[in-house]
């Protein structure tokens, strides 16, 4: 059930989103070390000469094309000029790779939220993604190019817990939709994949972390994040290979493994094991995690209390 | 090769073995004591038809005050006709109040109306049933589609959450949240790009809340159900592409009466994923990760069975879509989708 050959980077157009910081800036860079075409697509025009020039140092041909755009693509007109622009010195072909790492986190708790934050939270996970995944499918199909999309989702699209109610819908939403895309791109010869990192160490996760509840970080506390130069590699890997779902660690294989349903499995031998552990060693941590949650009760009283929150 | 069986099978065998023993005595089957609707204040949103209206109604047999709120005025008073004929006793109130609960002001206005005749006390449980669903091709949708998809299943049910849960907090009312995904906030497949985002998305946010609300002693439920045979369904199959009705053909559906009775039950005793039958069951135990099981052994054998059997049929799925494909070009034609 995997694609019979691998895919080579080789030569192929890449378009990155969030591609000049982070993860995406990482995965713009192995692109180029695999010899691809790379086209980086972010907002903010120093972030993305910066990135560039990264991206340049890891040259291989002198035929490579490198360039960076900036756009902002959580609108379908933003990433379809974003991928016109980003398709012109190849003749007006589209990209034949598309990997949607734009994105950020602020989590917080959710009777603090607004209808505002809320929609920016989905603004910030699922939008910034889906209407690029639009434009560049509409361009796909018109070009009757057989390419990829390569969807950032994350760990909390398997799983949440208490202070994520702005960063884990939108994450599941991208999962829901590389669902259904991964099914009706059959239709197309258009490969889907879905990456589930987990913490990555990154300006992103600094910035995440100013505003997250003292909870979730204490719950937190003994996570081992990984650097983005590590994710970008098993991301591309698991591309190469033609995988589905991509995790990066054991833990995000036993997620993987016990929340695949009829979702194509990689290896179903290993998600037999990995599934197995999970049975076992899941609900050991979620209770544990379920009794800091409770734990904090009072505390959380309290900081209601300052915060003007409580009735009484 | 044999030999390696045995040893798997005996090994998952004495897995299982401790793992129900682990079950029992982490007590992990759900909240220990039966919730009772009687003179409980139930907040309904989408409330005036389809499985909403249905568990409006038996919520109110089964002795609850009952306010359901949704758009259409005429709807709501034909819904409040219905309510007041499954009356058990005279003590119960139902009302029912038009409101537009997909923004939080809206549903701020809608609970705060309907706190008014209990003194402002807001409703101990409240049942996000709004939703709809158009599908379609991706390729044929816009920003804007996509969009209104999110507003018909997220932001459907978000705001009433976030709105009902700052109230409870507030009053220190330690109610229920009871979100209405479905089993394609489990699975996907073509056509659903509208729908089923927002289907895994009010997943999301009810595995976030579910471990939150642990601060508050509010609790959390998230009913999949799947089809529904409700005038919801009629329209959705109005725009349903040919492929997706194809591969749903086989599929039994449920009505919303059925359907209701099985999330009430599933809230009474405590479950926090409410399946409607084996199907979602299958998709439930194959799926729950982290997420708090009802039963460890039960879900060990659906689990099983999921392995097993879901791979077939999604591979049936995949079969029926890569037959479709040149039917699928020529439509592409038609509408000049292909260069």
Not at chain 1, 22 to 28: K, T, Y
Not at chain 1, 39 to 62: D, G, H, M, Y
Not at chain 1, 67 to 88: H, Q
Not at chain 1, 240 to 251: L, S
Request: proline fraction near 4%; glycine fraction near 10%; hydrophobic fraction near 40%.
């Amino acid at each position: 059930m995997l694609f019979s050959k691998k895919w080579d980077p080789k030569g192929k157009h890449c378009l990155v989103t969030g591609g000049s910081s982070g993860a995406g800036r990482a995965l713009a860079v192995e692109l180029a070390k695999a010899g691809a075409h790379v086209s980086i697509v972010a907002r903010n025009p120093e972030r993305l000469q910066k990135a560039l020039e990264e991206v340049e140092k890891a040259r291989k041909t002198p035929e490579q094309v490198f360039r960076c755009y900036s756009f902002a693509v959580n609108t379908e007109s933003g990433s379809v000029a974003a991928i016109e622009a980003a398709s012109e010195p190849f003749g007006g072909r589209c990209p034949d790779a598309f990997f949607l790492c734009a994105g950020a986190s602020r989590p917080g708790f959710f009777i603090e939220q607004s209808e505002a934050s809320l929609k920016q939270g989905m603004e910030q996970t699922y939008y910034a993604q889906a209407f690029t995944a639009l434009a560049a499918t509409k361009a796909m199909v018109k070009q009757g190019i057989k390419g990829k999309v390569v969807f950032c989702s994350s760990i909390l699209g398997y799983f949440s817990m208490v202070g994520y109610s702005t960063y884990s819908p939108g994450k599941f939403a991208l999962r829901g939709l590389a669902e259904t895309l991964q099914s009706e791109f059959m239709l197309y010869g258009i490969e889907v994949h879905l990456a589930m990192p987990g913490t990555m160490y990154t300006k992103g996760y600094e910035e995440e972390n100013v505003g997250k509840p003292k909870i979730t970080l204490k719950l937190e506390e003994t996570d081992e994040g990984a650097t983005p130069e590590h994710v970008a590699g098993v991301i591309l890997k698991g591309v190469r290979n033609g995988k589905f779902h991509i995790t990066v660690d054991f833990i995000g294989n036993v997620f993987r493994a016990s929340s695949a349903g009829a979702s194509e499995r990689n290896s179903y031998a290993l998600d037999w094991i990995h599934g197995l552990i999970g049975y076992i060693a899941l609900p050991i941590w979620r209770k544990s995690v379920d009794t800091a949650v409770v734990g904090h009760r009072a505390e959380h009283q309290e900081y209601l209390r300052e915060r003007g929150f409580l009735s009484v | 090769m044999p030999d390696a069986w045995v040893s798997v099978s005996l090994t998952s065998l004495a897995l299982l073995a401790g793992l129900v023993l682990l079950a029992a005595s982490v007590n992990m089957f759900g909240l220990s004591k039966r919730w009772d609707p009687s003179l409980k204040h139930c907040f309904v949103t989408g409330g005036s038809s389809g499985a909403g209206l249905a568990l409006a109604k038996l919520l109110a047999q089964n002795g609850a005050h009952v306010s359901i709120v949704a758009r259409d005025q005429a709807k709501l008073n034909k819904a409040l006709e219905e309510l007041e004929a499954a009356r058990q006793n005279p003590q119960q109130v139902f009302r029912a109040y038009s409101f537009s609960v997909n923004t939080e002001a809206g549903s701020a206005a809608a609970i705060e109306a309907a706190s008014e005749p209990f003194d402002g006390r807001c409703p101990d449980a409240f049942f996000l049933c709004a939703g709809a669903s158009r599908p379609g091709f991706f390729v044929e949708q816009t920003e804007e589609s996509l969009r209104t998809g999110m507003e018909q299943t997220y932001y459907a049910q978000a705001f009433t959450a976030l709105a009902a849960s700052k109230t409870m907090v507030q009053q220190g009312v330690k109610g229920k949240i009871v979100f209405c995904s479905s089993i394609l906030g489990y699975f996907s497949m073509v056509g659903y790009s509208t729908y089923s985002p927002g289907k895994f998305a009010i997943r999301g946010l009810a595995e976030t809340l579910q471990s939150e609300f642990m601060l508050y002693g509010i609790d959390v439920h998230v009913a999949f159900p799947g089809t529904i045979y409700s005038p919801g369904y009629e329209e959705e199959n109005r725009v349903k592409p040919k492929v997706t009705l194809k591969i749903e053909e086989t599929d039994e559906g449920a009505t919303p009466e059925v359907v209701a009775k099985i999330i009430l039950d599933g809230v009474r005793s405590g479950k926090f994923h409410i399946t409607v039958d084996f199907i979602g069951n299958v998709f439930r135990s194959s799926t729950a990760g982290s997420t708090e099981r009802n039963s460890y052994a039960l879900d060990w054998v659906h689990g099983l069975i999921g392995y097993i059997a879901l791979p077939i049929w999604r591979n049936s799925v995949d079969s029926t879509v890569l037959k479709h494909r040149e039917e699928h070009e020529a439509y592409l034609r038609e509408r000049g989708l292909r260069s």
